[in-house]
Protein backbone atom coordinates (compact mmCIF):
# COMPACT_ATOMS: atom_id res chain seq x y z
CA UNK A 1 0.00 0.00 0.00
CA UNK A 2 1.24 3.84 -0.68
CA UNK A 3 1.99 6.15 1.71
CA UNK A 4 1.79 10.01 1.49
CA UNK A 5 3.18 12.60 3.45
CA UNK A 6 2.10 16.07 3.31
CA UNK A 7 3.52 19.06 5.21
CA UNK A 8 2.46 22.05 7.06
CA UNK A 9 4.47 25.23 8.29
CA UNK A 10 3.78 25.96 11.79
CA UNK A 11 4.06 28.56 13.75
CA UNK A 12 7.27 27.79 16.38
CA UNK A 13 5.82 27.42 19.94
CA UNK A 14 2.44 26.05 19.35
CA UNK A 15 2.78 22.51 18.68
CA UNK A 16 0.42 21.86 21.54
CA UNK A 17 -2.13 24.00 20.77
CA UNK A 18 -1.41 22.26 17.17
CA UNK A 19 -1.73 18.50 18.58
CA UNK A 20 -5.31 19.30 20.03
CA UNK A 21 -6.59 20.44 17.26
CA UNK A 22 -5.87 16.81 15.79
CA UNK A 23 -6.60 15.30 19.39
CA UNK A 24 -10.77 15.02 18.29
CA UNK A 25 -10.34 14.29 14.95
CA UNK A 26 -11.95 11.52 13.87
CA UNK A 27 -12.13 8.91 10.89
CA UNK A 28 -14.72 8.96 8.21
CA UNK A 29 -17.22 6.11 8.67
CA UNK A 30 -15.76 4.78 5.24
CA UNK A 31 -12.58 4.29 3.71
CA UNK A 32 -14.00 4.22 -0.04
CA UNK A 33 -12.93 7.15 -1.44
CA UNK A 34 -15.25 7.61 -4.63
CA UNK A 35 -14.19 8.68 -7.95
CA UNK A 36 -16.23 11.61 -10.49
CA UNK A 37 -17.77 8.50 -12.26
CA UNK A 38 -18.99 7.31 -8.67
CA UNK A 39 -17.16 3.98 -8.69
CA UNK A 40 -14.89 3.23 -6.36
CA UNK A 41 -11.49 4.71 -7.09
CA UNK A 42 -9.59 4.15 -4.18
CA UNK A 43 -9.41 3.49 -0.22
CA UNK A 44 -7.78 5.26 3.07
CA UNK A 45 -6.55 2.82 5.15
CA UNK A 46 -4.76 4.67 7.89
CA UNK A 47 -3.39 8.30 8.96
CA UNK A 48 -1.30 9.42 11.00
CA UNK A 49 0.00 13.30 12.21
CA UNK A 50 3.44 14.01 13.40
CA UNK A 51 4.73 17.28 14.78
CA UNK A 52 8.22 18.54 15.83
CA UNK A 53 9.34 22.51 16.48
CA UNK A 54 7.68 24.14 13.27
CA UNK A 55 7.06 21.22 11.37
CA UNK A 56 4.15 18.53 11.14
CA UNK A 57 3.30 15.95 8.52
CA UNK A 58 0.54 13.75 7.33
CA UNK A 59 0.69 10.48 6.60
CA UNK A 60 -1.89 9.23 4.71
CA UNK A 61 -1.80 4.91 4.01
CA UNK A 62 -4.38 4.37 0.61
CA UNK A 63 -4.81 2.31 -2.01
CA UNK A 64 -6.32 3.85 -5.67
CA UNK A 65 -5.30 6.89 -6.76
CA UNK A 66 -4.00 10.06 -5.19
CA UNK A 67 -6.14 12.14 -7.20
CA UNK A 68 -9.11 10.84 -5.60
CA UNK A 69 -8.02 10.61 -2.57
CA UNK A 70 -7.46 14.54 -2.40
CA UNK A 71 -10.54 15.29 -3.67
CA UNK A 72 -12.48 13.13 -1.19
CA UNK A 73 -10.45 14.65 1.92
CA UNK A 74 -11.56 18.02 0.59
CA UNK A 75 -14.93 17.24 1.03
CA UNK A 76 -14.95 15.64 4.52
CA UNK A 77 -16.27 17.87 7.29
CA UNK A 78 -13.32 16.68 9.80
CA UNK A 79 -10.72 17.81 7.61
CA UNK A 80 -11.92 20.96 6.85
CA UNK A 81 -12.89 21.72 10.50
CA UNK A 82 -8.80 20.50 11.05
CA UNK A 83 -7.77 23.26 8.36
CA UNK A 84 -10.04 25.79 9.76
CA UNK A 85 -8.45 25.28 13.18
CA UNK A 86 -5.00 25.03 12.40
CA UNK A 87 -5.12 28.68 10.27
CA UNK A 88 -3.87 31.07 12.85
CA UNK A 89 -1.27 28.22 13.98
CA UNK A 90 -0.18 28.58 10.23
CA UNK A 91 3.22 30.13 9.30
CA UNK A 92 2.74 29.88 6.17
CA UNK A 93 -0.95 30.37 4.62
CA UNK A 94 -2.69 27.26 3.11
CA UNK A 95 -5.57 27.54 0.04
CA UNK A 96 -7.86 25.06 1.55
CA UNK A 97 -11.28 26.58 1.73
CA UNK A 98 -12.33 25.32 -2.06
CA UNK A 99 -11.68 21.85 -3.07
CA UNK A 100 -10.01 23.28 -5.87
CA UNK A 101 -7.54 24.81 -3.29
CA UNK A 102 -7.19 21.99 -1.03
CA UNK A 103 -6.14 19.50 -3.89
CA UNK A 104 -4.05 22.22 -5.61
CA UNK A 105 -2.03 22.61 -1.37
CA UNK A 106 -2.14 18.66 -0.83
CA UNK A 107 -0.24 18.30 -3.84
CA UNK A 108 2.10 21.12 -3.21
CA UNK A 109 2.66 20.23 -0.13
CA UNK A 110 3.31 16.26 -0.46
CA UNK A 111 7.13 15.34 0.56
CA UNK A 112 8.55 13.11 -2.13
CA UNK A 113 8.35 9.48 -1.81
CA UNK A 114 12.09 8.25 -1.21
CA UNK A 115 11.30 4.62 -0.70
CA UNK A 116 8.25 2.96 0.82
CA UNK A 117 8.63 -1.09 2.02
CA UNK A 118 6.25 -3.35 3.78
CA UNK A 119 5.84 -6.66 4.55
CA UNK A 120 3.55 -8.98 2.28
CA UNK A 121 -0.05 -8.74 3.15
Known amino acids: MPFAAIT???KSGYEDRV???????????????????????????????????????RFIEFEGDIDA????????????????????YLSVPRD???AEGFVRTFKDSMLRSVTQLAVPR
Open 19 to 57: AEVFSGFQRPKSAVVQGSDGEQAGRILATAVFIRDDLLV
Open 8 to 10: YNI
Open 96 to 98: TGT
Open 69 to 88: IARHMAAQPGVQEVERKLKP
